[in-house]
């Protein structure tokens, strides 16, 4: 258990609907960073937050946002979705001025759009 | 965005071997970073370096950060088959407020 607790695991869904992946970083932690990874590609970097606040934006369609609350925890929200959205979505925290040491990751959202 | 290139994409390998990737930069890097990440899980870390010529082994595996500060090298020596999987490489400049990963590099061990 890496600390960093991503649900749902899977998700199956039908086009055109939208879906909330929760993420709650590691304890003590207050960057999340969102990616999203399709099949045999590398990790797209989609959004990052610090403390609330959004920090970093990446390659995020606009149909995608995200949030972070003032417990941390984070929600990635997707809509109008599309078959080529299905993906895994991994989200990652980092503590205060520790990003050269490394995320930590969780163990992903599989999202499957039929 | 990935701003690492990183070689090969993948790799079949014999069980036993010794295998050699690595990830390059226009850019100069303060960390290096390396990741494995196995089917169906998140990448884990594996070794982080951060002086510029410094070699770093975690068991059978040794990372090098180039004296150039613009590229990384892994090592896996004596393969097995619970190498299998995707490794990443990552870097992080001063003042960046996140990590520039590699494409990643799929490793699949023949028995």
Known sequence: DSGVTQTPKHLITATGQRVTLRCSPRSGDLSVYWYQQSLDQGLQFLIQYYNGEERAKGNILERFSAQQFPDLHSELNLSSLELGDSALYFCASSAVGTVDYGYTFGSGTRLTVV | ?111
């Open chain 2, 1 to 111: 965005g990935q701003q690492l290139n990183q070689s090969p994409q993948s790799m079949f390998i014999q069980e036993g071997e010794d295998v050699s990737m690595n990830c390059t930069s226009s850019s100069i890097f303060n960390t290096w970073l390396w990741y494995k990440q196995d089917p169906g899980e998140g990448p884990v870390l594996l070794i982080a370096l951060y002086k510029a010529g410094e070699l770093t082994s975690n068991g059978r595996l040794t990372a090098q950060f180039g004296i150039t500060r613009k590229d990384s090298f892994l090592n896996i020596s004596a393969s097995i088959p619970s190498d299998v999987g995707i490794y990443f490489c990552a870097g992080h400049r001063s003042n960046d407020y996140k990590l520039s990963f590699g494409a990643g590099t799929t490793v699949t061990v023949r028995a």
